[in-house]
């Protein structure tokens, strides 16, 4: 089987409706796809994610990030030719698109995990077996197959049919991609054509037409060589006992093609929960409503989404002492969630007036360096039952000043 064989065969498996071929791999050619991946990935690449022990003291939950854990370390260089904003750029898209993501894990002699290597969702198939135990399949390169146990794959996936392979939300809403694709070729090859209508020639009266079929294919290739694409608009005589009939008229309102194009962009966003305005649909967007679907974004969206893969480090990276001694993973997104500046401002106000933070744990959330004990940087303010405010609280205890840093 020839190589254009195969690619047509697998072209006509993934045909939807509208006359293109929708998969995981293509499927950014949609602008609002697009929009999409962009929204998700971006966040995620610069959203911190870190390893935490976490205790009571005081009867109250605190967590302190360990620096010198392994996997900190890993979580900062997966491997040899990703950093970690390259590396959950990635990940953050292949899950968002195939509904899975897949990782090898590269052990050194002994000890933790070292190294993260990604694998190409569409050849990775987990299997369960009658005992339910799990391996995974893996296609590589040449024609080797590989089957991994559970144990030396790290797995991250959405919502699954089975319980087993996350539904790829591209192949669940293939047919709207797909429409939004189609009309957008349709744009390209409009105005590629110079926004032109399709011509129709007629037979004057009392011809007998092109002698053969050669002659008309020929006349007919030449018109499109020269009336179309760069050749527009040059003047062409036809042949003799041939003109020009009454041209198709163009009809893109009848057609609804905008308004596909704009209900397009709400079904697909809706289909990963991305508020209208981060696929560049204003329609109904004001500034307060944009404001609230930034917040809405990061909560419906990106935090179920940090919520997969931190379940999935906490199974696949940590080890059995690790769980038991409360070590936990977690992304901060909180550090992509910032408001406007006045009202963040009143925001780090309110806490500060009221004792919450102080001025250094202020200063640290707006990326300005801190300032000495003696000017105030790390001292509370406390107000009594009726809302006076009484001196400054001194500057705590190291177990104190800890148990805030955490």
């Known amino acids: 089987m020839s190589i254009d064989t195969l690619i047509k065969r697998l072209e006509a498996i993934y045909e939807v409706y509208s006359g293109v071929a929708v998969t995981c791999e293509n499927c950014e050619e949609a602008p609002t796809v697009k929009a999409v991946m962009t929204a998700i990935t971006r966040r995620f690449g610069v959203m911190p994610v ?4 976490t205790s009571m003291r005081n009867g109250r939950a605190i967590k302190e990030i360990q620096p010198s854990h392994p996997v900190e370390r890993l979580l900062s260089r997966p491997n040899d030719w990703q950093d970690k904003t390259n590396y959950w750029l990635d990940a953050s898209s292949r899950l968002a698109r195939y509904g899975n993501f897949y990782t090898l894990k590269g052990r050194g002699v002994t000890g933790p995990v070292r190294k993260l290597f990604p694998l190409p969702v569409s050849a990775v198939e987990p299997k369960q077996d009658d005992e339910y135990n799990v391996t995974y399949r893996v296609h590589g390169t040449g024609g080797r197959i590989i089957d991994y146990p559970a144990a030396q794959i790290h797995h991250v996936r959405m919502s699954a049919r089975d319980a087993l392979k996350g539904d790829s939300p591209v192949m669940d809403v293939r047919e709207s991609i797909g429409l939004e694709m189609a009309a957008e070729k349709m744009g390209a090859s409009f105005f590629g054509n110079g926004g032109l209508p399709g011509m129709v020639f007629e037979y004057a009266e009392g011809s007998q037409g092109f002698k053969t079929d050669e002659e008309r294919r020929a006349f007919l290739d030449e018109f499109q060589e020269r009336f179309t694409a760069r050749g527009r608009f040059r003047a062409i005589i036809p042949p003799k006992g041939v003109k020009l009939g009454q041209q198709i008229p163009v009809e893109n309102e009848k057609a609804q093609f905008l308004e596909t194009r704009q209900y397009q962009r709400t079904v697909i966003a ?17 500034f307060n409503n944009v ?9 419906n969206v990106i935090l179920p989404l940090c919520r997969m893969f931190e379940s999935a480090m906490e ?13 936990i993973i977690r992304f901060n997104p909180d550090a992509v969630l910032r408001g406007d500046f006045k009202t963040r401002q009143e925001g ?3 806490q500060r007036q009221n004792g ?3 001025a250094n744990e202020w200063r640290e959330r707006e990326g300005m360096n801190p ?9 509370y303010f406390r107000q009594g039952p009726s809302g006076q405010t009484a001196e400054p609280s001194s500057s705590p205890s190291s177990e104190d000043k800890n148990e ?3």
């Open 356 to 358: 919450v933070i102080n």
């Open 50 to 53: 870190h390893v935490y022990a």
């Open 315 to 327: 199974r696949d990276l940590l080890t059995d002492e690790d769980r038991r001694s409360g070590i």
């Open 404 to 406: 805030r840093e955490t």
């Open 371 to 379: 300032i000495s004990d003696e000017d105030g940087g790390e001292e």
């Open 348 to 350: 780090l106000a309110m």
């Open 291 to 299: 404001e609230m679907q930034g917040i809405e974004f990061t909560t």
């Open 270 to 286: 809706g289909a990963w929960g991305v508020p209208p305005h981060l696929v560049a649909d204003l329609s109904k967007g004001t």
